[in-house]
């Protein structure tokens, strides 16, 4: 049968008809699948060529490989810049494997463009990173990431970009928004340390004393010590350490460690020490560490852990993990009621 009629003319306008809709069809598909900024975003990127490259990176994350195999949630990461007269794009995914370990999207893309085009370009052209998710939530970078992102990248002017998919909305923040210098710790006065005056001073000393161990063959600058008191009253104490493998020990993770050991979960305070005089560094991935610890604290109804950075001379700077690790994650975070299975059935009452 003849759909088109009898008569050429007629015909040839129903194909024009039919051409001109499919056009229309396949313009409306293509539009509603362009990413859009969000309207809190568009301030920070004014410029269209950055725009175009946020899209692009976007485009590539959302086919980028991951293999996710413990929490099976996926880290999809690219960024684009331009070299030698070309846009480059590069991407990047989470991988897990068990004990559990993972190497992270952040790292991933910014090792895969070092590798490909030199760790200047990775520090001069890399100006954002962009993840594609399902749904974007107000999540940031682990503590490690952080350290990673920082060393290797402009980071005072990176841009991170989220893309979701169920919108094609691309929310943009600044990475320094993750960020909070020690020098912006408050300083504050010792009376105003909720800790009566001995137990600093035992706190601080512990500490003093901590870092004068550890293992510095590696380590030139940031060598510090920590000690930290539970609310059963117990004391521990730990100094960074290095090895060959640059599988650095921190010494926040080292006295958590030793705490958790002894089902001693909750912490009231740590003290960090440095050179004398000088202010002790807190590492990023030292600081996750301390974040998933006083999320045990807020689990079993108790005060955050206080955070006390000491120069040896009488001088405190006090905060709390929270504060030091701004829109932060913890197992708490997904997995509230496995959390408090563990701690009631593994904590101890000391």
Not at 95 to 105: A, C, K, L, Q, S
Not at 240 to 265: C, K, N, S, V, W
Not at 320 to 337: G, N, Q, R
Request: hydrophobic share 40%; aromatic share 10%.
């Amino acid at each position: 049968m003849n759909i088109f009629g009898k008569k050429p003319g007629a015909r040839i306008l129903l194909l024009a008809a039919m051409v001109v809709l499919a056009g229309w069809w396949s313009l409306r598909a293509d539009t509603s699948l362009k990413w859009k900024l969000s309207k809190d975003s568009e301030s920070l990127v004014t410029d269209a060529k950055l725009r175009d490259e946020i899209f692009d990176a976007l485009d590539a994350a959302e086919k980028a490989g991951t293999d996710p195999r413990i929490t099976h949630f996926n880290v999809r990461v690219a960024t684009a810049f331009e070299k030698d007269g070309k846009e480059r794009v590069v991407t990047g995914g989470n991988v897990e494997y068990e004990v559990p370990e993972g190497i992270h999207g952040e790292t991933s893309v910014l090792n895969h463009v070092t590798a490909l085009y030199g760790a200047d370009t990775t520090r001069n052209h890399v100006r954002f990173l962009a993840f594609f998710a399902q749904q974007c939530g107000g999540g940031a970078s682990c503590g490690d990431c952080r350290d990673y992102q920082m060393a290797t990248t402009d980071y005072e002017h990176l841009l991170v970009a989220c893309g979701q998919a169920s919108d094609r909305t691309v929310k943009v923040t600044r990475f320094g928004d993750q960020i909070v210098c020690e020098r912006n710790f408050p300083e504050v006065d010792s009376a105003k340390i909720p800790l009566p005056a001995e137990e600093l001073r035992r706190l601080v000393r512990s500490a003093e004393e901590a870092r004068r161990g550890g293992v510095t063959l590696f380590t030139r600058e940031r060598h510090t010590g920590a000690a930290a008191l539970s609310f059963a009253g117990k004391t521990y104490r730990a100094a960074g350490a290095d090895d060959a493998a640059f599988h650095y020990r921190y010494p926040i993770g080292g006295l958590l460690q030793q705490a958790m050991t002894e089902r001693d979960y909750f912490l009231r305070a740590i003290v960090i020490s440095g050179e004398n005089g000088e202010w002790p560094v807190v590492n990023y991935r030292d600081r996750q560490y301390g974040y998933e610890a006083s999320s045990f604290n807020h689990a079993a109804g108790k005060p955050p852990i206080v955070l006390i950075l000491s120069n040896g001379r009488g001088q405190f700077r006090m905060t709390t993990f929270e504060s030091a690790l701004p829109s932060a994650f913890s197992t708490a975070d997904f997995m509230p009621e496995a959390l408090k299975t563990f701690l009631a059935t593994h904590a101890t009452d000391r």
